[in-house]
């Protein structure tokens, strides 16, 4: 039962893990597409 126990935090660890490193990721991609890149390139044509 230990290892079991064991192999079941390992796992959760992993999971918790992918889940705090796709988040970012996500939300970042939803800023992205929201924001348009276009329009942070507008400010180097400016300058």
């Known amino acids: ?7 079941l935090a390992i796992v959760l660890g992993f999971v ?6 796709a988040v970012p990721l996500v939300l970042l991609l939803h800023a992205t597409d929201h924001r348009q890149p276009v329009k942070d390139v507008t ?3 400016h300058s």
């Open 1 to 7: 039962m230990e290892r079991m126990l064991e192999v």
């Open 43 to 45: 400010p180097h044509d």
């Open 16 to 21: 918790v893990l992918a889940v705090l490193a």
